[in-house]
């Protein structure tokens, strides 16, 4: 069993910026492919960026391809989502989700990800 513990969240202005960690317990995290995933309330989880496993590459959505910045460090079991230049729109409860064997045309559906994190709330304020 693989548990995400997602910390960072919080309360921004507009053109802001703010990080979001996800931590792994799991000893082969390098082969994990994680990803960001939003959700605001009543509409289906979103797909944001995506980090593969075994070097594999990272995946923007189109609309924070130029913003939002997904990093992983294998020593510390970590993934990073660093987002810049915040949007009202970017308000949504941000879950961390990991998966293994995940092909790449399917890194952006959430239903590829069997382990999922609690979820952290980001808001944008305008």
């Known amino acids: 069993q693989v548990q995400l513990v997602e910390s960072g969240g919080g309360l921004v202005q507009a053109g802001g910026s703010l990080r979001l960690s996800c931590t792994a317990s799991?000893?082969?995290?390098?082969?994990?492919?994680i990803g960001w995933f939003r959700q605001a309330p009543g509409k289906e989880r979103e797909f944001v960026a995506t980090s593969r496993g075994n070097g594999g590459a990272t995946i923007y959505q189109e609309s924070v391809k130029d913003r939002f910045t997904i990093s992983r460090d294998n020593t510390k079991n970590t993934v990073w989502l660093q987002m810049n230049s915040l949007k009202p729109e970017d308000t949504d409860v941000y879950y961390c989700?990991?998966?293994?064997?995940?092909?790449?045309?399917?890194?952006?559906?959430?239903?590829?990800?069997?382990?999922w994190g609690q979820g952290t709330q980001v808001t944008v304020s305008s």
């Open positions: 799991v000893d082969t995290f390098r082969r994990y492919t």
């Open positions: 989700a990991g998966g293994s064997g995940i092909i790449l045309s399917s890194v952006r559906n959430s239903r590829q990800y069997a382990y």
